[in-house]
């Protein structure tokens, strides 16, 4: 991004009450978008709660070992902040932990091993970071707030959850008053040109974003058995597929910023989403 | 010039010595009947039957779901391939 371009942006930002922006790629909330922040993820657990989600309260990283079999460290080395102690003298690599990428990732470890025989919901906040090389207030940031709602199940299991959080959200938008549409996506990291990754996701479509203005506000993804192979995570005999829906609450405050302006106050009342 | 039953037979026997025996309607792709590696082959494999380069723009989930789709969207075939192989 032209570095003009990125201070505009910033710049633009500035009217923003309550928000406090970091050149590190960090963002401080307070007063009433911080209030604001805290009701609109209250209602995304709300609606998780009506769904039977059971809440799990994450540690800040992934267990050593889990972003590896996870493929998260193959697939997205770019984005990874691993968290190092400074002082470290026991003679192990220091470079074990990494600081969470993304919510769900923690759900997983939980179920090793768990043999289900219905589907299992969870949903958990977390604070994820992903290495840019650009950061833009609310839009793109190395740390960010996620709430996710993660369906563990059998397939048609997962497919209707999917749909279910998908016409969800849409609906919260429309009470918001944020236009957005769904479109599936593929990963940017994945270069058409080059990699076979791309032409699969683009062929076998397994995330969809809800956009709003171009910005993805919020994805619905379907891992298939990906994760309940590699946790030996089973679900009536069979490895458990698992998708989630995934909400990233800056990039809701950037949309309502767009759409009623700066001040939090005038915003609609997230307590009737859910 | 290879006629589209030719093409069809071609395709057939590349997806099953990929796969094993599967039938023309398999979902080749949510079934993980075929992964990322060999659906880059697959793509190479029509562009050889057909002699013409896929297009982005042809790059849709439902024209490769099965044999019968690829079949219909990119090797000239009709609705039933079982017949007219």
Known sequence: ?274 | MMTASTRLMKLRDWVRGQAGPVDDDSPLLESRLINSLQLVELVLLIEELTGRPIRPDQLLPASFRSIRTIYENFLGGQSRPEEGA
């Not at chain 1, 990963?187 to 032409?199: C, E, Q, R, V």
């Not at chain 1, 909400?247 to 405050?253: D, I, M, N, T």
Request: glycine share 6%; net charge negative; hydrophobic share 40%.
């Open chain 1, 1 to 274: 991004m032209n570095p003009s371009v990125q201070s505009q942006a910033i710049k633009a930002l500035t009217t923003v009450r309550g928000l406090h922006w970091n050149d590190s790629g960090q963002a401080a909330l307070t007063g009433e978008l911080a209030r604001y922040a805290d009701r609109l993820d209250r209602a995304f657990a709300r609606w998780a709660a009506s769904l039977g989600a059971e809440p799990l309260l994450p540690p800040p990283c992934l267990p050593p070992g889990v972003p590896e079999r996870c493929g998260y460290l193959s697939s997205f080395p770019h984005h990874a902040t691993m968290a190092v102690p400074v002082a470290d003298d026991d003679g192990e690599d220091p470079v074990r932990s990494l600081l969470t990428p993304a919510a769900c990732y923690h759900v997983y470890p939980t179920l090793e091993d768990s043999h289900l025989n219905r589907p299992v919901f969870l949903t958990l906040r977390a604070t994820c970071f992903r290495n840019e090389d650009v950061f833009l207030p609310l839009e793109r940031q190395w740390s960010f707030s996620m709430r996710e709602v993660v369906c563990v199940g059998a397939d048609e299991d997962v497919s209707r959850f999917l749909e279910t959080a998908r016409k969800t959200a849409s609906a919260w938008c429309e009470i918001l008053g944020v236009p957005i549409r769904l479109d599936r996506a593929t990963d940017p990291f994945f270069d058409p040109a080059s990699s076979p990754g791309w032409l699969m996701q683009r062929l076998l479509p397994l995330k969809t974003e809800l956009l709003s203005d171009g910005l993805a506000i919020g994805s619905f993804n379907s891992h298939q058995s990906f994760f309940g192979e590699t946790f030996s995570i089973r679900v009536c005999g069979q490895p458990a597929w698992t998708g989630c829906a995934a909400f990233g609450l800056e990039r809701w405050l950037l949309a309502l910023i767009r759409r009623h302006g700066p001040d939090a106050c005038g915003w609609p009342d997230p307590e009737t989403l859910a």
